[in-house]
């Protein structure tokens, strides 16, 4: 079986760069059933969905088994954004149950430390499945935490330690958000094609998915933009087209 990150690039070499969030107020009732629509709608515009814990926390095994099963009969692959950050037991455990729903690949947070983040590529790869990790988020705040000026064998920021760990721990990706589109530029050029870079925060969070895709972005990571859009379809095929003009 190929690894996740072949996979994600397979797909996307036809379907473009956009991985849908299916994140949804929580007056959404019927939380199974959108996003396997959004998944039979919207599926030639995507490379693959990524849940949260918008779906995690209220639905039950057979629900998220079904919605992954369904993204992969369509070709899709689909990520768990728990942003994974834990004892290695602990983070262990929590991806055997995401393997075991279906799941291709987790996002997870790098300040667990090296050694337990190397073990949980190990175990994710073993299973061919993905492990991606937060570089820097897209939120503005997260200039005060992911800037921080630490001391680590140099003087850097906190993001390029964790740009380190990602590149020495072998993961499949890392993210970095689209609101910051010079620190993606950095990763790109330090870490070339070794790692991916997912990019959330396009639109809404006020990001441009052409900016970020020029400073050197594999994947757009989208929800809002194109979910609460009046026309998600015509949304998603203007951001495919500008993906596929990187
Ligand atoms: P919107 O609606 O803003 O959704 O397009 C973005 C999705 O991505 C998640 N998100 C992040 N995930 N690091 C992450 O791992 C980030 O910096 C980040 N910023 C946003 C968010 O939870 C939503 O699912």
Redesign the pocket.
């Known amino acids: 079986m190929a690894t996740f990150k072949t996979r994600l690039s397979q797909i996307s070499k036809k379907n473009g760069k956009i991985i849908l969030?299916n994140?949804y107020d929580s007056s959404e009732k019927n939380l199974t059933t959108k996003t396997i629509q959004n998944i039979k709608t919207l599926y030639p515009y995507l490379c693959g969905i990524?849940l949260?814990f918008h779906l995690l926390l209220p639905l039950s095994f057979k629900e998220i088994s079904k919605i992954n099963k369904t993204a992969h009969n369509y070709g899709l692959q689909t990520i768990a954004?728990i942003?994974l950050n834990d004892i290695g037991n602990t983070n262990k455990v929590t991806t055997e149950h995401l393997w075991n729903l279906g799941f291709d690949a987790v996002?997870a947070n790098p300040i667990m430390g090296l050694d337990s983040l190397k073990q949980l590529v190990k175990s994710s790869h073993k299973e061919n499945k993905g492990v991606i990790t937060?570089c820097h988020?897209?939120?503005p705040e997260?200039k005060l935490s992911y800037d921080m000026e630490i001391k680590m064998g140099k003087s850097q920021k906190l993001y390029q330690l964790f740009l380190d760990w990602a590149i020495t721990s072998k993961v499949d990706g890392i993210?970095v958000?689209a609101t910051f589109p010079e620190i993606i530029q950095y990763c790109h050029k330090k870490a070339g094609s070794k790692l991916d870079i997912f990019s959330?925060?396009?639109?809404?969070?006020g990001g441009s998915a052409k900016n970020v895709l020029s400073a050197g972005t594999d994947y757009l990571?989208?929800?809002?933009?194109i979910i609460n859009d009046k026309n998600p379809v015509s949304v998603s095929k203007e951001l495919q087209l500008q993906s596929f003009s990187k």
């Open positions: 969030a994140d990524k949260n954004d942003k996002i937060l988020m897209s939120a997260a993210v958000g959330p925060g396009i639109g809404t969070q990571i989208i929800g809002r933009t």
